[in-house]
């Protein structure tokens, strides 16, 4: 919902934030980041480049291997969308009573610890 607002496709804005939050990747590894296939993801990139959100660079002592970089303004779009979901997800946790809050926090704290690896 949030995203919409961005002008960028859900599948563009993923690629392009695990540039962003990732760094460089080579293209193909991209791809499987992105579990899509090698031509799919070099026509997210040709959009992203075109746009002036990523840009594509040489891999000094590999003339195949192409890395993709988020550019500046690939990073401010990344970035904008994140405060804009964060402020989403403040409002909404805005209108809970102190004992929802509670099963939130008790909830979040679990999954937490769940996904962290120990």
Same mark, same amino acid.
């Given at each position: 919902?949030?995203?919409?607002?961005?002008?960028?496709?859900?599948?563009? =804005?993923?690629?392009?934030?695990?540039?962003?939050?990732? &760094?460089?990747?080579?293209?193909? $590894?991209?791809?499987?980041?992105?579990? @899509?296939?090698?031509?799919?993801?070099?026509?997210?990139?040709? @959009?992203?480049?075109?746009? &002036? =959100? !990523?840009?594509?660079?040489?891999?000094?002592?590999? $003339? *195949?291997?192409? *890395?993709?970089?988020?550019?500046?303004? &690939?990073?401010? +779009?990344?970035?904008?969308?994140? $405060?804009?979901?964060?402020?989403?997800?403040? /409002? @909404?946790?805005?209108?809970?009573?102190?004992?929802?809050? /509670?099963?939130?926090?008790?909830?979040?704290?679990? +999954?937490? !610890?769940?996904?962290?690896?120990?």
């Amino acid at each position: 919902m949030e995203d919409a607002a961005l002008g960028i496709t859900p599948e563009r =804005l993923s690629v392009l934030s695990v540039l962003v939050y990732g &760094g460089p990747t080579l293209l193909g $590894r991209l791809a499987a980041i992105e579990q @899509v296939t090698p031509p799919a993801i070099t026509r997210h990139v040709d @959009v992203l480049e075109r746009d &002036g =959100l !990523a840009w594509r660079e040489a891999v000094a002592g590999d $003339r *195949r291997a192409i *890395r993709v970089r988020a550019t500046p303004a &690939g990073r401010r +779009l990344v970035e904008r969308g994140r $405060r804009s979901r964060i402020r989403a997800v403040a /409002a @909404v946790l805005a209108e809970f009573d102190e004992r929802s809050l /509670a099963e939130v926090d008790r909830v979040s704290s679990r +999954l937490l !610890a769940r996904l962290t690896p120990h």
